[in-house]
C-alpha cells in the first residue's frame, strides 16, 4: 500500500516599497533609469557615509503590518546581515534580525472546500535592497548597477501553514490584492518589486515532525511559483518511494525546462554574523503614530466585499471576484454611480470584460474603456437599441480599437430598429413575396415562421429588433 | 613679539582683530615650521600649501569663529576630492565625493584646511606604528612614538605645524597621544559631534574631537563642531553651548572623583606622582575630591576588544576592491579578487581586528563574546552614573606609561592594547573625556590627566582643565626641535 503525503509550504515574499526616495538616504527609487543614475555616498556605501532611516518607509511599513493583522514591535531595532556581494557596496545588508518590526499576523484564504483558511504570518521587517549585477554576453566581466541598492523591501514570512501548491498561489493572490489595495508597492513581479522564495516539506499523512525543507527560489509569476512547487511535490515524493532521502538544500525553479535544479546545501549556508546596527539607534514607536497609521488604513478586500454583497445584492463569489483587486472594485463601483442595475455591471466586468484584461495582461484601468463608457454601452441594450449580441460585438471592437461604444454604434449605423412602424413596412413587404410561405404557415406548417423571420431581418440588414419582429409577423398572419 | 606658529588659536583671533597677525602670515609661518620640522616628525600624510593659500586668499572665506586658522584633519576625515585613506593601503588614492560634516563646520567658520595627519591604520593602535606610510616621530624625543592612533595630529600640534587638529577616539585615540605629546585632547559625548564622514572603526564608540594646545582652543574648536546633524542619526538634538563660556578660574565646591582601580600596578610612578599633585592642586583650589569606585574597569579592555572589533570586521566589509581605491591585480575570479585585495591592502593589525570580530559575531560564539560584552558594558556604564552621583568629574592618568619607545612594543599586541587602559571606559560608557598636559618625566616626556564628565557636560571638564591651566605652565611647554 503506497504512503499518502501531506504537503507543507511557507512563503517568503520580499515586497518592495513605493516610496520616493529609498530606505536610508534619499535618493529617487524611480525603476528603469540610467544605471548608476541614482546613488549617494550613502546608498553606495562609501566610507564615512550613514544611513538614515525613512519615514514613509517606516510608514508604509506599519501600514503593511496592520493590514496583516500583525503585532507591532515596542522597540525598533535593526541588524546588520554580513556577506560578501557585489551587488552590496557595503557587504553587509541593513535588515531586522531577533526583533522584526512586527510578527504574529494572518492572511484568510478560500480554501479548495470553500471554506476561510488562516494562513499565519510570522513575522514582516523591513531591510535594504541590494543593486544588480549585469553579466555581458560573451564578455569575461560584470557590470553592477547600484540603482536598486538601498530601496526599501518588506520581508513578508508565513508560518508553514499552506497545504498545496494551490494555496500557495491563493495566499500570494490574497496577499497581493491587500497590498494593491495598500497602495505601498506597485507588486510587479516582472519588475521585482514583489519576489517570492518557497519553503516546502512533505511527510506522511498524520506524520506531526516536519519532513526536510526545501528552499525554492527564482519563481517570476505566481503560476510559477505554484508549478514549481508542484514539481517539487512530485520530486520529494518519488524520492521517498523509491527509499531515498531528501536533503536540507535550496534550489531553483526553472521555468523554461520546468523543473527544479540543486543551488546549494544546508552545509554550504552563510554564516551571517547579525548583530546590531550601531549606525541607527533603536527607538520606541509612539502608540499614537501607530493608530494613525491604522486611521489611514483603505477598506480592504474582504469588507469591501462584504459591503458589495449587502449593498449590490451580489452573490459571495462575484463579490469576492470584484474586490480582489483594487482597480477591479473601483471600476465596478464607479459603474454602480452611473447605472442603476449593480448586477448587470458586474456580470459585464467578470465576463467580456475580465477575459479582456487577462488575455492582454493589463489592468483594467488600462483598458481605454472608462466606466461612464460601459454604462453606455449597457444603456444602449436596456433601451433596445441595441441586442445583447450586438453589444458584445460592440464591446470587443471598443476594446480593439480603444474608442467609444456608443460612437461604433452610431458610426457603423448599428444601432437596432425598434419602430413599429418601419418594422411592419418591412413585414408588408415580406409577405408579398413570400407567398409560397405565407400559405405554408396558414396551412399549417408553423416552422415557415422562422423563415419570414429570417427574411425580414435580412431586408433590414439585421437590425430590425428580433422580438418585435416576431411579434409584428404573427399579428400579420391572422394570429 | 612671538611666533604666530607657537599661539593658540584664541591668542591669534585677538591678534587678528588687533590687526597684529594676518591669515596668510600664520599661514606662511605654519607652513615653513611643516617644511622644516616634518621631515623629522612625520605627522603630515599631505599638506595642502596651495589648497589653503587659497582659502586664505579669498576674503569672503575668511569669516567666522575659527577664520583664517589653519586646522590639520586626521585622514579618517573624509575631505571632498582630496586623497582620505586612513593611513590604509586598500584606501590608496580614494578621493571622498563629499565632505565630512565635521569639514563643512570648520570652513563656514572660515577655518583653514591645511591637510591630512599621519594615523594607525583604521585608527588600529596607540603608537601611529601601523600606518602604511610608517611612524610619525614623538616631538619630545623623536625615537619614541608619539601615541595613537591620532598620532599624527597630536605631534602636529605639539611641533607647532598646525594651529588645531581634529583626531577621532575610539578608545583613547584623542587623549591618549595628546597625553604622550603634551597637548590637550578631547573626547566628546557620543553623539555631541557628527561622525558623517568620518570613516568608521568602531561606530558605537567613535567620535571625533579637538586636540589643541590649550583647552580654550579646544572649547572654541569643539563650539564649532558639535551639533546635531541629520545626516547622523547617532548625533543627538541638543543645542550647542558656547564652550568658551563655561572657562571659569574657579573649582570651589566643584567635587572630584578620584577611582581607586585607576591607581594600580602598571601605572608608571612617575605618572602617579604627576596626576595626584594635580587633583592635589585643584583641591587647594577649593575642590572637593572624593575616592569613589568604578568595580567594573578591569573588564574595559577585554569588552572593548569585543566591542569594537566586532564593529569593525563589518565596518571594514566593504574594502573589497569592488568599487574605490585599492584593487589587487592578477585576480583569478571575484572571490580571488576580494581574497588578494584584503591580503595586500590590510596591514597585520587590521587583519588582526577583523578575524576578532568575525570570530565574536559568529554563530556559536555570539552569546559568548558579543552579547556578553554588551551587557559588561551596561554595567560599566551603571558604574559611572552611580560615580556621578557623588561627584562633578572624575580624574584619572590618560596613559599608564609616557611615550615609549618605536618598535618597543609592535611584537605584544597585548601589551599595545593595555595602553589604552584609562581612556576605554569613557568610549564604552558614551561619556565625554579630556587629556590636558599635567607635568613631565624625569627624562622630560610629558605626562597627561584625564578629566571625565557626565554625558554632554563637558563645560565641567573645560572648568577643572580651565581653572588647572591657570595655576600651571606644563600646557605652555615646546619640545625642543
Known amino acids: ?479 | 613679539m612671538e611666533n604666530l606658529y607657537s599661539l593658540a588659536a584664541h591668542r591669534l583671533k585677538e591678534l587678528m582683530v588687533k590687526g597684529e597677525a594676518a591669515p596668510s602670515a600664520i599661514l606662511d609661518q605654519v607652513f615653513s615650521r611643516i617644511e622644516k620640522f616634518d621631515p623629522k616628525i612625520k605627522a603630515f600624510v599631505l599638506a595642502n600649501k596651495e589648497k589653503a593659500k587659497r582659502s586664505v586668499n579669498n576674503p569672503t572665506k575668511l569669516k567666522g569663529k575659527l577664520a583664517g586658522i589653519p586646522v590639520l584633519m586626521k585622514d579618517n576625515i573624509c575631505v571632498k576630492d582630496e586623497v582620505t585613506t586612513c593611513a590604509s593601503r586598500i584606501l590608496a588614492g580614494f578621493k571622498p565625493p563629499y565632505d565630512a560634516t565635521v569639514v563643512k563646520k570648520l570652513e563656514e567658520e572660515g577655518a583653514v584646511l591645511i591637510g591630512k595627519a599621519n594615523m594607525d591604520e583604521f585608527a588600529f593602535g596607540s603608537s601611529c606604528e601601523t600606518s602604511c606610510y610608517g611612524p610619525t616621530k614623538n616631538p619630545w624625543d623623536i625615537t619614541r612614538i608619539p601615541g595613537g592612533s591620532s598620532g599624527g595630529s597630536a605631534a602636529a600640534v605639539s611641533a607647532d605645524e598646525t594651529i588645531l587638529a581634529l583626531g577621532s577616539d575610539t578608545g583613547g585615540s584623542i587623549r591618549q597621544p595628546a597625553a604622550l605629546c603634551g597637548v590637550v585632547g578631547l573626547k566628546p559625548t557620543y553623539g555631541r559631534v557628527s561622525r558623517y564622514g568620518l570613516i568608521a572603526f568602531a561606530s558605537s564608540l567613535d567620535q571625533i574631537g579637538p586636540i589643541t594646545k590649550d583647552t580654550e582652543d579646544a572649547a572654541l574648536l569643539l563650539s564649532v563642531i558639535a551639533g546635531y546633524d541629520e545626516m547622523d542619526s547617532t548625533s543627538v538634538d541638543l543645542p550647542v553651548p558656547d564652550y568658551t563660556k563655561a572657562l571659569s578660574k574657579d573649582v570651589k565646591g566643584l567635587r572630584i572623583g578620584v577611582p581607586k582601580e585607576y591607581f594600580i600596578e602598571g601605572l608608571d610612578k612617575e605618572i602617579e606622582a604627576g596626576v595626584k599633585a594635580a587633583i592635589e592642586l585643584l583641591r587647594s583650589l577649593g575642590a572637593k575630591v572624593h575616592k569613589i569606585s568604578l568595580p567594573h574597569t578591569e573588564y574595559a579592555v577585554g569588552t572593548y576588544y569585543i566591542v569594537a572589533t566586532a564593529e569593525a570586521s563589518s565596518n571594514l566589509a566593504r574594502f573589497d576592491g569592488v568599487q574605490y581605491a585599492f584593487r589587487a591585480g592578477n585576480s583569478r575570479d571575484m572571490i580571488d579578487m576580494y581574497i588578494k585585495t584584503r591580503s595586500q591592502g590590510f596591514g597585520d593589525e587590521a587583519k588582526r581586528r577583523i578575524l576578532l570580530g568575525t570570530y565574536c559575531l559568529s554563530t556559536g560564539y555570539y552569546d559568548a563574546y558579543y552579547l556578553k560584552a554588551q551587557k559588561v558594558r551596561t554595567k560599566i556604564r551603571e558604574d559611572f552614573d552611580k560615580a556621578f552621583k557623588e561627584c562633578d568629574c572624575i580624574i584619572t592618568p590618560t596613559s599608564p606609561t609616557p611615550a615609549f619607545k618605536i618598535g618597543e612594543k609592535m611584537n605584544d599586541p597585548l601589551s599595545m592594547y593595555l595602553s589604552d587602559i584609562y581612556t576605554i571606559p569613557a568610549n564604552l560608557a558614551g561619556l565625554p573625556a579630556m587629556s590636558i598636559p599635567c607635568g613631565f618625566s624625569k627624562s622630560g616626556l610629558p605626562i597627561g590627566m584625564q578629566i571625565l564628565a557626565k554625558a554632554f557636560d563637558e563645560e565641567t571638564i573645560f572648568r577643572a582643565a580651565y581653572t588647572f591651566e591657570q595655576y600651571t605652565e606644563f600646557h605652555t611647554k615646546k619640545p625642543k626641535l
Open chain 1, 1 to 479: 500500500m503506497s504512503v499518502k503525503y501531506e504537503t507543507v509550504i511557507g512563503l517568503e515574499v520580499h515586497l518592495q516599497l513605493a516610496t520616493n526616495t529609498k530606505a536610508f538616504c534619499g535618493c529617487s527609487t524611480k525603476f528603469g533609469s540610467r544605471p548608476n543614475s541614482q546613488v549617494c555616498p550613502v546608498c553606495l556605501g562609501f566610507p564615512g557615509s550613514l544611513p538614515v532611516l525613512n519615514e514613509e518607509a517606516f510608514r508604509f511599513a506599519i501600514k503593511t503590518a496592520l493590514a496583516l493583522n500583525c503585532r507591532i514591535q515596542e522597540l525598533i531595532k535593526f541588524d546588520r546581515k554580513n556577506y560578501y556581494y557585489p551587488d552590496l557596496p557595503k557587504n553587509f545588508q541593513i535588515s531586522q534580525y531577533d526583533m522584526p518590526l512586527s510578527y504574529n499576523g494572518f492572511v484568510d484564504i478560500a480554501a479548495a472546500d470553500g471554506r476561510r483558511k488562516r494562513i499565519k504570518i510570522k513575522r514582516v521587517h523591513m531591510e535594504e535592497d541590494a543593486g544588480k549585477l549585469i553579466h555581458p554576453k560573451g564578455e569575461n566581466y560584470s557590470l553592477v548597477d547600484y540603482n536598486r541598492g538601498g530601496m526599501p523591501l518588506l520581508e513578508i514570512v508565513t508560518e508553514p501553514d499552506m497545504n498545496s501548491p494551490q494555496e500557495a498561489y491563493d495566499y500570494l493572490t490574497k496577499l497581493k490584492s491587500i497590498l494593491e489595495y495598500l497602495k505601498v508597492s506597485d507588486c510587479d513581479m516582472e519588475k521585482g518589486s514583489l519576489r517570492c522564495d518557497a519553503n516546502i516539506s512533505i511527510r506522511p499523512e498524520g506524520e506531526k515532525k516536519l519532513g526536510t525543507k526545501v528552499e525554492l527560489k527564482n519563481m517570476n509569476s505566481f503560476k510559477g511559483v505554484k508549478a514549481g512547487l508542484e514539481y517539487e511535490v512530485k520530486r520529494q515524493v518519488s524520492v521517498l518511494e523509491d527509499k531515498g532521502k531528501l536533503i536540507q538544500e535550496t534550489r531553483l525553479w526553472d521555468a523554461e525546462k520546468g523543473v527544479t535544479a540543486s543551488m546549494r546545501t544546508k552545509e554550504e549556508a552563510e554564516d551571517y554574523r547579525y548583530f546590531p546596527e550601531p549606525d541607527l539607534v533603536p527607538f520606541v514607536v509612539d502608540k499614537n503614530e501607530i493608530e494613525k497609521i491604522r486611521e489611514t488604513l483603505p477598506e480592504l478586500p474582504e469588507a469591501k466585499a462584504g459591503r458589495f454583497q449587502k449593498e449590490f445584492g451580489l452573490s459571495d463569489y462575484d463579490a469576492g471576484v470584484l474586490t480582489s483587486q483594487i482597480d477591479l472594485a473601483d471600476y465596478f463601483e464607479e459603474c454602480t454611480k452611473l447605472y442603476p442595475d449593480a448586477k448587470a455591471a458586474a456580470n459585464w466586468l467578470m465576463g467580456d470584460i475580465m477575459a479582456a484584461v487577462n488575455a492582454r495582461n493589463i489592468n483594467i484601468n488600462e483598458l481605454g474603456l472608462a466606466p461612464a463608457a460601459l454604462v453606455g454601452l449597457l444603456k444602449m441594450v436596456d433601451s433596445g437599441s441595441i441586442s445583447g449580441t450586438m453589444a458584445k460585438e460592440v464591446l470587443a471592437e471598443a476594446i480593439e480599437t480603444r474608442s467609444n461604444p456608443e460612437d461604433i454604434v452610431k458610426k457603423n449605423g448599428l444601432a437596432q430598429i425598434s419602430d413599429k412602424g418601419s418594422i411592419e413596412e418591412i413585414v408588408k413587404n415580406v409577405l408579398q413575396k413570400e407567398t409560397k410561405s405565407v400559405n405554408d404557415y396558414k396551412g399549417g406548417k408553423k416552422t415557415a415562421l422562422g423563415f419570414l423571420v429570417g427574411q425580414v431581418m435580412k431586408a433590414s440588414k439585421g437590425k430590425a429588433n428580433p422580438v418585435m419582429v416576431n411579434e409584428i409577423l404573427k399579428k400579420s398572419l391572422g394570429e
